[in-house]
């Protein structure tokens, strides 16, 4: 059953930064909590719950929620309640199709000039990955993963476009946070990505294309069955 969100944060979060503006880390937070399925489509976000947890005022907790109902993560009912959306199939594929034709473009133009410090820092990540898939540290991986397409974009020139993206993967990212713990899956990501940087090193752009199509096709040819496996959370 979805957690509330006394019981999601029954576990006090980390103190903010008090050098930083409160509701942007607030948002954050939650964010990562969302996406993680720490809080799971259903759960009731309470304010004054909220507010507690992270010893703030109801204004920045308010002005997080806002937010995350601006990318689809929150449903928010006016003196009703606030609640985490549902995953979006529909949402979910735009996102897929946005990600999918920056990031063709990104390795693309990262084998047409491949740089050595590039594959050595793609290389690198892909050890952390490969640790972490074989622990089954999935929320740890994700990250990883997130740092390792990070990387791609910055060294494209793009990292504003990473963000963009970022911003509206909330759907397609909670459906790949599903499907991780199939059998295989942490793997199968950690080879994709190996073939990605293979083929940046070795400068065959459309060697990398393909792979980076068949390596963000993986999740969505799975929908219908996460839907039957999970039908309270995917639309």
């Known amino acids: 059953m979805p957690a509330t969100a006394r019981e999601a944060h029954a576990r006090k979060p980390k103190s903010l930064d008090p050098t930083r503006q409160a509701a942007p880390q607030v948002f954050e937070r939650l964010r990562e909590r969302i996406i993680a399925l720490e809080l799971a489509p ?20 308010r002005d997080a929620l806002i937010k995350l ?3 689809g993560l929150v449903d928010i009912f006016p003196q009703h309640a ?14 897929h199709f946005l990600r999918r034709a920056i990031e063709l473009e990104v390795v693309g133009t990262l084998a047409a000039h491949p740089t050595e410090l590039l594959v050595a820092q793609l290389r690198a990540q892909l050890e952390v990955q490969s640790a972490l898939a074989a622990g089954e540290d999935y ?10 397409h990070r990387l791609m974009y ?9 963000d ?11 459906l790949r946070r599903l499907h991780l713990p199939a059998a295989g899956k942490a793997r199968a990501v950690v080879r994709d990505h190996r073939r990605i940087v293979q083929a940046i090193a070795t400068g065959d752009a459309e060697a990398a294309r393909e792979r980076v199509r068949a390596h963000l096709s993986g999740t969505l040819g799975q929908v219908e069955q996460l839907r039957a496996a999970h039908p309270d959370y995917v639309v």
């Open 139 to 148: 929320d740890r991986f994700i990250a990883a993963d997130r740092e390792f």
């Open 82 to 95: 606030t609640v985490v959306s549902r995953i979006d199939i529909a949402q979910a594929l735009q996102a």
């Open 42 to 61: 259903g759960a009731v976000l309470a304010r004054v719950d909220l507010a507690q947890a992270f010893g703030v005022s109801q204004t920045p907790v």
């Open 154 to 162: 910055v060294a494209a020139g793009v990292p504003d476009l990473f």
């Open 164 to 174: 963009l993206v970022r911003r509206r993967s909330g759907h397609v990212d909670r």
């Open 69 to 71: 109902s601006e990318e």
